[in-house]
């Protein structure tokens, strides 16, 4: 019934920026923590940026200084604010949020994923 929807990839030059949206939609009774994760084929699914309901934030460290983790829980949503983006960052961007839905317990959802290629 909860389903996580990404929005915001794209095609970007070198430089430029993006800011990446999922909203969480359901019977949605508490949210924790949520995430950004993305993967490129072959390679393992990396942690981009976690932010926690009481707003602590961390960063890989191949982002630090350039991503922003935020989240309006007004909304259900969490946003990652992409700068200087470098073709190393291109990836399919997923999110991941720790959610109670309806009468269950703390459970891991993911979004499908968004694609975000960065050109030279």
């Known amino acids: 019934q909860v389903q996580l929807v990404e929005s915001g990839g794209g095609l970007v030059q070198a430089g430029g920026s993006l800011r990446l949206s999922c909203a969480a939609s359901?019977?949605?009774?508490?949210?924790?923590?949520m995430d950004w994760y993305r993967q490129t084929p072959g390679k393992q699914r990396e942690l981009v940026a976690t932010?926690?309901?009481?707003?602590?934030?961390n960063y890989a460290d191949s982002v630090k200084g350039r991503f922003t983790i935020s989240r309006d829980n007004a909304k259900n949503t969490v946003y990652l604010q992409m700068n200087s983006l470098k073709p190393e960052d291109t990836a399919v961007y997923y999110c991941?949020?720790?959610?109670?839905?309806?009468?269950?317990?703390?459970?891991?959802?993911w979004g499908q994923g968004t694609q975000v290629t960065v050109s030279s």
């Open positions: 991941n949020a720790i959610l109670r839905v309806g009468v269950a317990e703390w459970q891991h959802y």
């Open positions: 359901g019977s949605i009774f508490s949210i924790g923590a």
């Open positions: 932010i926690t309901s009481g707003g602590s934030t």
